[in-house]
């Protein structure tokens, strides 16, 4: 195999998504496991969507999930510059080659003109395409509208007898007629190029060796086939990924629903669930495994492995995996990433011990990471409880379980697990008093709440001072 050279080149038209993260990651999985390049390049040409700051925000994302970018405009390369309006030049050069050559055309059609000609088309029944009419036009004619200054862009002149045959990595072989092409605008008006003439320009000056993208650039693969061959160019190998689908199978759109990467980020999943998550929509290890790292991911990842068929976006999954990481990867990178969430509750997380021990219970109990900081309120401060769970304070037996643990702590101290599992035991021997008549009032005055973790464990996060201060706060006086 020649060298592994691929590129992922998102529009800055906002955040990044989660069609476009599933397309960097893949570029880059396959990059690493074949010791080629993973390349970020802006295709920035459609200026009336440029999004300020999206740029930044793309790099930013990568970087922070780990995506390093080998080329790119934050770093650099050999075959720059990365950003597409920064290579105008480039793309004119070719357009004149393939206007000279007789292969392009100028079209002088208004925006008007063209939307009546969709719908006319669309009345009787016919493929919706650009008629031709401007291939028509004389030399002298088409001089005269330059000339008066009429607007123009350059459009592809395909073939209209010939059946397109080509070979997609995931799909095999795939033929298709060329009468179901557009004459597709290759340079706008306002002189910039559409994605079509600029991405197969780019791409072989990057000398890029396998284009990975979505589904809905299949249909656009004969006219970029098309000009390969006008250039004289070898066609890079065709990777066209399938469909991220919502659960009723309709497609995941970036504009209808909250699909940017970011926003799962600050919603609190882990980078780590969510490349996992992102790499298994579409693709499946031959021992349908499911859990990876990063770096497993690189050395098992093929394009072979790739289905067809669009892949369900599952939250519930999601959901699931990300607790496994909460779970499994180390407490103290768990609680770092927490630290936001218990800092926007006005948490105190100065004890370190103590943050480390409540983080650890709730992590064993929740999905995302803001729900760690909300089920650890409770080792920080007491809501104001409702009037029923005070009257079970307040009752004879709340108070007869309160006053004991404040008899029997300062005997019993220093506590340890063991300790305090002896100690609730001799509670409930003493008072005989059991289950939830015993354990509610408890934690009632410890947390603050009817259910919550193991008394021990309540016990060893509020450390003895709070727990003597809380119990006091719940006598009857």
Known sequence: MPEVRVRFAPSPTGFLHIGGLRTALYDFLFARKHNGKFILRIEDTDRNRLVEGAVENLISSLERLGLHIDEGPSVGGDFGPYIQSERLDL????????????????????????????????????????????????????????????????????????????????????????????????????????????????????????????????????????????????SPVWVHLPLILNPDRSKLSKRMNDVSVESYLEKGYLKQALLNFIALLGWHAADDRELYSLDELCEVFSLERVSKSGAVFDLTK???????????????????????????????????????????????????????????????????????????????????????????????????????TVMVNSAIADLNIKGKKFYTPLRLALLGQAHGPDLPSSFDVLGVEEVIIRLKQAQRS
């Open 318 to 420: 999601l959901n699931w995996m990300n607790a496994h990481y909460l779970r499994d990867l180390p407490l103290e990178e768990i609680a770092e990433e927490c630290k936001r969430y218990f800092d926007a509750l006005a948490l105190d997380t100065s004890d370190e011990c103590k943050y480390l021990k409540a983080v650890e219970i709730a992590r064993q109990r929740v999905n995302l990471l803001p729900e760690i900081a909300e089920y650890c309120q409770m080792f920080y401060q007491i809501n104001p409880l409702c009037p029923e769970d005070e009257q079970i304070i307040q009752g004879v037996e709340g108070q007869a379980v309160i006053n004991w643990f404040l008899q029997e702590i300062p005997q019993r101290f220093p506590l340890d697990t063991e300790k305090i």
């Open 91 to 234: 793309y004119h050069e070719h357009a004149r080659e393939l206007l000279d050559k007789g292969l392009a055309y100028r079209c002088f059609c208004s925006p008007e003109t063209l939307e009546q000609m969709r719908l006319q088309q669309q009345e009787r029944k016919e493929f919706v395409k650009y008629d031709r009419r401007c291939l028509a036009l004389t030399p002298a004619e088409i001089e005269a509208n330059i000339q008066a200054g009429k607007p123009s862009v350059l459009r592809l002149a395909m073939p209209q007898e010939r059946k397109f045959r080509f070979f997609d990595q995931i799909r095999g072989e795939v033929e298709m007629d060329a009468s179901q092409s557009d004459d597709q605008v290759l340079l706008k008006a306002d002189g910039f190029p559409t994605y079509h003439l600029a991405a197969v320009v780019d791409d072989h000056f990057m000398k890029i060796s396998h284009v990975i993208r979505g589904e809905e650039w299949l249909s656009s693969t004969p006219k970029h086939i098309y000009l390969y061959e006008c250039f004289g160019w070898e």
